[in-house]
């Protein structure tokens, strides 16, 4: 079965749903293929969690050929969600990688979900 989902004129890339346990961290490799540029790659992420301080936001930080992306304060048993798509990687002049994501925490369990969405070059 082949289906197409679309938000906003972005096409769906992917979607992932993974249990990350408390400090550990999640690697997610992005293949870019040719669906989408004329010159594969491959985006690379990893996720980690701090809890504490003031504030929930996401950073990032590059670590070698990767980007590491924390999430500070995204531990709420009800969830926490971006409520918009992030533009995470412009890939040449053809569009942009965005990702959607929203988290819970099941007692020291984060559920997250991952969504990455094409965004065609205008």
């Given amino acids: ?8 004129g972005r096409k769906l890339m992917c979607t992932y749903d993974v249990l990350i346990p408390a400090n550990t961290q999640c690697e997610v490799d992005l293949v870019i293929g040719p669906d989408y540029t004329r010159n594969p790659t491959t985006l690379q992420l990893v996720v980690a969690f701090e809890n504490g301080g ?11 050929a990767k980007s590491l992306m924390t999430l500070h304060n995204w531990n709420q048993s009800l969830g926490t969600a971006l409520i918009e798509p992030y533009p995470l990687a412009q890939v040449n002049d053809e569009g942009v990688v965005e990702m959607m994501m929203g988290n819970y ?8 979900t991952l969504q990455f969405w094409w965004n065609d070059a205008k």
């Avoid at 079965?1 to 906003?8: A, E, H």
């Fill in 54 to 64: 003031e504030g929930q936001n996401v950073t990032f930080k590059p670590v070698g």
């Fill in 105 to 112: 925490l099941i007692g020291q369990v984060n559920r997250l």
């Fill in 1 to 8: 079965m082949n289906s197409n989902v679309r938000l906003g």
